[in-house]
């Protein structure tokens, strides 16, 4: 499993390689610059997963050079392209996507903003130069531990869309005992209001007096999935912690309420894994 190294500065253009998908491409040396997919530069710019970029472009708020623009649309370092009135500043220079992992505490929304004035896990993350922080996934207000974020939509979409099956694992303390009878029940799947769920895998792990914890793990991401499941067996979930996602494990020493960067190795592996 891959863990989080410490605050990390990037290195240099020169010194990447070419190997690792989700790269941006270089054009600017190029005396005939090369063209690419404006909503897959869209989305590594961070304005959210190709779906939602492909969504923005068909609604008539992104133009090239002053002009409407086409899902098809094809872009270079030369074309000026704007969301509304505001200028996005497309990467054509090589560089991996950037990655920070936080310990979610309680207590915090997983959104920008919150009628109620509740803390966000936006306020937490550093400033950014291009694009915008993307949650990889979300947590519930009541659920803690591993949340990730990224700069690349791409990378997100990739992690989260349920074709690719990233797992999930979470510690869960429940109120009550499952039996060996349920909890094959639990592993077979079980049916939900928005179709049948199921857990990948599931363990005892301990517990004593009214409370028993187990280890689960899941390859989606459904609002609240872990606690629909368990409640679909008459079972209130009273803690649950995210200590995984895909290749990315929480480390011990993070803290709740910390972040940390993963390092340009790290990243590297975890995109060629997810090629």
């Known amino acids: 499993m891959w863990t989080a190294a410490r605050w990390h500065k990037p290195s240099s253009n020169a010194a990447r390689s070419n190997q690792y998908p989700f790269r941006f491409m270089s054009a600017a040396s190029q005396p005939h610059p090369t063209t690419h997919k404006l909503?897959?530069?869209?989305?590594?710019?961070?304005?959210?997963?190709?779906?939602?970029v492909e969504r923005l472009i068909r609604s008539g708020q992104v133009t090239v050079n002053g002009r409407i623009a086409a899902v098809g649309t094809r872009v270079s370092v030369n074309d000026a392209v704007r969301v509304n009135k505001r200028v996005i500043e497309l990467r054509f220079l090589p560089e991996l996507a950037r990655v920070i992992i936080y310990n979610k505490p309680e207590g915090e929304i997983v959104t920008r903003s919150d009628p109620q004035g509740r803390p966000s896990v936006f306020d937490r993350l550093p400033a950014i130069r291009f694009g915008r922080w993307i949650s990889i996934g979300r947590l519930d207000y009541n659920?803690?531990?591993?949340?990730?974020?990224?700069?690349s939509g791409e990378l997100a979409n990739h992690m989260m869309h349920p074709k690719f099956e990233v797992e999930r694992e979470y510690a869960?303390?429940?109120?009550?005992?499952?039996s060996p009878g349920q909890?094959?029940?639990?592993?077979?799947?079980?049916?939900?209001e928005d179709g049948q769920a199921k857990f990948e895998r599931l363990e005892f792990t301990g517990g004593k007096g009214a409370n028993r914890w187990y280890r689960v793990v899941v390859k989606e991401g459904r609002k609240r999935l872990v606690r629909r499941v368990f409640e679909a067996l008459g079972f209130t979930v009273s803690r649950l912690i995210r200590l995984r996602f895909g290749e990315i494990r929480l480390p011990p020493r993070l803290k709740r309420g910390q972040l940390l960067e993963l390092s340009q190795k790290e990243i590297a592996a975890i995109l060629k894994s997810l090629a």
């Open 183 to 192: 909890m094959q029940q639990l592993r077979r799947g079980v049916e939900l």
């Open 143 to 151: 659920t803690l531990g591993l949340l990730m974020f990224t700069n």
């Open 172 to 178: 869960v303390r429940i109120r009550g005992e499952l």
């Open 39 to 52: 909503h897959k530069l869209l989305a590594q710019a961070g304005l959210g997963s190709r779906r939602s």
